[in-house]
């Protein structure tokens, strides 16, 4: 049986989830599934992922093919990763110590690159809420000096 790991629409109009599942990949797309093993939630900022790493990582191993989504989803939480490493320690170029060494520094390091992203947004954020209340304060400025003008006359 060819499996997929791949997502099911769920939610209602124009606010869906999915979740992420192993199907056989003849069945529809909201149809019966092998196993759930997470969830995906894009209406989030940032988008809401939960993942059973290790069923995730078993169902690759066991040959299931990943949508293009999923693969990302994968790719982004790691598991890729990991088979990845384990395909190395499985192939004896490194041991199964060198390979969890690598995948936490790995871990490690894109964590700390989203944390510079978010801070790096959050300063964005706050440099136009900045401009944008200056530019409001120059039109009020503006409009009072116009008003008392006005007044004068």
Known sequence: M???????????????????????????RDG???????S???????ATITLDFERAL?????????????????????????KHLL???????????EAEKRFNSWKSNKLQEEK??????EEKKRAEEKASLDAEKEVNKARAEALAKKKAE
Do not use: C, H
Not at 40 to 46: K, S
């Open 2 to 28: 060819a499996t997929k790991l791949r997502l099911q629409r769920r939610g209602r109009k124009n606010y869906p989830f999915y979740q992420i599942i192993v199907a056989d990949s003849r069945a529809p």
């Open 58 to 82: 078993y169902w690759l191993q066991t040959g299931a093919q990943p949508t293009d989504t999923v693969r990302n989803i994968l790719s982004n939480e790691g598991v890729l990763m990991k």
């Open 40 to 46: 995906y939630n894009p209406n989030t900022n940032p």
């Open 116 to 121: 510079t992203e978010i801070t790096r947004d």
């Open 87 to 97: 395909g190395g320690v499985a192939k004896g170029a490194f041991d199964e110590a």
């Open 32 to 38: 019966k599934y092998i196993e759930r093993i997470g």
